[in-house]
């Protein structure tokens, strides 16, 4: 008879335990989802809450990197080009890249084959050169670096692995003239490869004829 009055006063234990499991809601299912993430639902861990920190993380170093490419040239002040300088730049793509207005039209041209960062990248390198000042060098070459040579970036120019590692191996101190390699290769493939496009291209030929009848006018 005791075992039995022992067996009925658990009873109510019991079952008061389980009214207070479930008179707070979800607190089996939160605990159940918490160890089923990390061991069962690796999906749960990694996609929702560590993504979501590293997006957080990546925001103001996304605002930071538009911020500093703000300092990058963008697009050169220059007259408009002459009959005779339109006409030179058919002789080399020397002559073209000589003058702001050849590179501003040439990277029209760039813009319509999205290949617009290899005369940015150029830009870029070309001022780059003309600082002196260690701390100002330091910055805007990694701010070509973010932009252009990390695999990283939406505007990645093409670099051979050996110029690729030169330039990793002389981030860690840099000069302005740390991209000198990528540099020329950038303007040899924009030689070699864009140039004769520009040439036969409906954009020069329309400025070459437009300046030719101006001319006539005149």
Known sequence: AMGSEHVEMQKPQMSAAQETAGSIPGQQGVG???????????CCCCSCSCLTVRNQEQIPRRASQELRREDLPTCEESPS???????????????????????????????????????LFWMACEELKKEANKNIIEEK????????????????????????????????????????????????????????????SALYKDLLQSLSEKSVEA
């Not at 159940?32 to 690796?42: D, L, Q, V």
């Not at 003058?99 to 041209?109: K, L, M, Q, W, Y």
């Not at 990694?142 to 030169?166: A, C, G, M, N």
């Open 141 to 200: 070459a990694r701010t070509i670096y973010e932009d252009y040579i990390s695999i990283l970036s939406p505007k990645e120019v093409s670099l051979d692995s050996r110029v690729r590692e030169l330039i990793n191996k002389n981030m860690v101190e840099p000069s302005q003239h740390i991209f000198d390699d990528a540099q020329l290769q950038i303007y040899t493939l924009m030689h070699r490869d864009s140039y004769p496009r520009f040439m036969n």
């Open 32 to 42: 159940n989802r918490g160890s089923n993430a990390c061991c069962f639902c690796w």
């Open 81 to 119: 080009p002459t009959l005779e300088e339109v006409h030179s730049w058919a002789q080399s793509f020397d002559k073209l890249m000589l003058t702001p207005a050849g590179r501003n039209t040439f990277r029209e041209f760039l813009r319509t084959e999205f290949s617009e960062e290899n005369m």
